[in-house]
């Protein structure tokens, strides 16, 4: 009787213990039990049935009521009769299908992801808040809320998207939630303007000052200016050269007699991916097929599930917009109406500069400058960890901004120097709101142009067409008025010289309008040839891809939507047909194993085409990457540094490699021997030969490029399991097809003007957020493939279309 009693209290305690571990989060694991259950877990998230025939919405909050139709990619057409209403639904079915992911997003700019996983992302809320990122999303917001226009539309859209929140059950909550075990807090305007400075931090968040003055501390002044030239020998820029301007530049800041640059020897981790860039494109009608411009867009973003895109047309009096919208964020960032279009890729200005200080004693609340002490103003971060106190941590901020990391200690991301100040655009109040709301009901070229005065950052190429027959390009953003060069080094924070000393004026940004040659293009190469009279920066984006794109938009005639849509997935490598060549050359096929042999014939019969079935540029790509490392590595690498420096462009690098087979850099001062530059070629070719050997066996179809480069579309928090791994697709870094490993064309659109304005359009995702919808990922294959859909344009709620699925009324 006693053991039966035992064996009862056993029981019962180790099912309590099982229950309790089961519902209870362990360190990084999820409640299982919880996530598991079949009345309140995730399977509940399943959705099978995306398009209920008929839906009548009660919401509180509705002034009128609105009618939304759903078409068969679950895209929402927003029919409402003023303002209020259209941001509010806007903001209620955005969270419907994305809310995990905009509110994910703006903890992530927000430094509060310890909140939710724990001490694992300290270090991450404290780089973000030591960024400055919520200091310049507060600063932006109150911009926008002093404007009545822009302060209904956040306040309408953050209570549509509380509205969705208040439906919410644990039975209905996202996955994610249910996984990472925590539930929606109210959404307040505030997190929508994190959402766009973490689109700015994306963008224009990374720095080469720190690099740049290692390297000129080093190597000197006349170094620095052969290898580091302030403009590439190859470009193509967005403004062409001998454009004339149309303005009376301002005086220029002189540079300081004093000009030099401080020097750090703190090597940071975690930058920003290079590879992020964009393209866009629009010819005028006189190149058209149908006599009206034609505009596409394809910005390239990382590739995430969910998509970091969400198409959405909203209509109300004086507006008829479609395009995608940021989750988060109300408007369409990328889109058309009737009578316009536009889009946009990244500038790459110089907006971000560190100041290096001088500070009175080892307390760091004085700092020199301008002749005088002044006071370090000292904010307190209150930082909550999920499961542990609260954390303080005291950012230090002077006139400039704030200083990143007051202290040694190995920062988070790489060029960050210590003890630095930053002034970066991104912390500065802008309007952003009231340039996409004015975009989005534009008519004209005066329309567009008076919507781009009131953007700041990040800087932006605003491409544009309209039914008038205009079409312009803008680079536009917030420009400081700088000396040349001020920026490419650290800078004297003592010296008042050194600060911004204004901004270039609004109309004076590089722009061109209905130019001879019939075309605009921009593909984050340099905005402007030598002649515009404003330094922006001195090292844009390559010029492969705005080059290639310039080729053929020089050679289309009679274009029709289905050329720009060729032209956005080309994959034809302008760098490999400058330089594979000239590495052919150098390497003695009879120095070669027959197996190496094999693939300098497949290199050599390589047509210069990114496709996924070839091998050509599986055997460039590792071939010319590591001949990059064996020129550069002993100069500008670890093992050459005090500090971490970046190694010269690829322009000046093929340079080098193509007219200066004498240069001293050639050797590598590592080893005994003295490298020529065949050397250098025939070692990196054996290496990749071998390499690729050993990971693929003989040549073959196991070489191809797809293989080699691998595309993954990841779940954006990187869970295992809800993505797509290993996709069939050509392209690459540099390709007008920037489809690389992680990264590619997050957006193609492409749009028709005329008296009956069409687009096209797809995203590498789905417009659902939620794993069990089949609207999770439809349209990857779509976009694999690099078709486009022709996407449902409506001109008011009761037009007939075979595409429409389903049609719901919001009322109040």
Known sequence: MLQQWIKAILATAITLVLTWVLNTKQ??????????SPFGGFWQNDAANDFPTANTLTLPGLQQPVQVRYDDRHVPHIFAQNDHDLYYAQGYLTAQDRLWQMDFVAHVAGGRLSEIVGPAR??????????????????????????????????????????????????????????????????EPLKSALVLKYMAFDLSGRSDDLRMSNALGRYGPAVIKDLFPDYPRREDPIVPVGTPLDFQPLPVPAAPSSFRAAMSDKVPQHEPDAELGSNNFAVSGAKSATGYPLLANDPHLQLNLPSIWYQVQLTAPGVNVYGVSI???PFAIIGFNEQVAW???????????????????????????????????????????RGQPDRLDTVLYTHHGPIVYDHDEKPFMTQTPL?????????????????????????????????????????????????????????????????QNQGKFILDGTNAA?????????????????PARGFVSSANQSSTGPDYPYYLNWNFGGWDRGHRINERLARMTRATPDSLRLLQNDNFGINAQLMLPRLLALVPPAQLTAAQRQAYEAARGWNYFYEADATGPTIFELWYGTLLKRLWDDDFGPAAQAGEMRRPTQDRTNTLLLTEPNSPWIDDRRTPARENLADLALQSFQFAADSLRRKFGPVGPEWRWAHQKSTDILHMAQLPGFGRLDLNVGGGAGIVNATSERNGPSWRMVVALGPQVKAYGVFPGGQSGNPGSTHYDDMIDTWSAGQLDELVFLRHPDEKHARLRAAWTLQK
Do not use: C
Request: no cysteine.
């Open 27 to 36: 360190g990084d694991l999820p409640p299982f039990g919880r996530f598991l």
């Open 327 to 329: 989750p988060g964020a």
């Open 343 to 385: 889009g946009v890729t990244n500038v790459a200005a110089d907006v971000m500069d560190w100041y290096q200080l001088k500070f009175k004693d080892g307390s760091m609340r004085e700092y020199w400058h301008d002749g005088r002490w002044k006071p370090v103003r000292r904010v307190v971060e209150r930082i909550r960890v």
């Open 122 to 187: 300290l270090e991450t809320d404290r780089f973000f808040r030591r960024m400055g990122l919520p200091f310049g999303a507060r600063k932006s917001l109150a911009a926008a809320l002093q404007n009545p226009v822009t302060r209904t539309v956040l306040t309408s859209y953050s209570d549509g998207i509380n509205a969705y929140i208040g439906t919410l059950t644990p039975r209905t909550l996202p996955f994610e939630y249910k996984l990472l075990d925590y539930a929606p807090e109210p959404w």
């Open 419 to 483: 003890r630095h100040a930053m002034r970066w655009t991104a912390h500065d109040a802008a309007n952003e709101y009231l340039t996409f709301y004015r975009l989005n009901r534009a008519r004209n070229y005066a329309d567009y142009t008076a919507a781009l005065t009131t953007y700041g950052a990040p800087a932006q190429n605003f491409i544009f067409a309209d039914q008038q027959q205009n079409i312009a390009i803008w680079p536009n953003g917030s420009f400081p008025l700088k000396w």
């Open 498 to 514: 050194y600060d911004w000393q204004g901004w270039i004026p609004a109309a004076q940004n590089p722009h061109v309008k209905n």
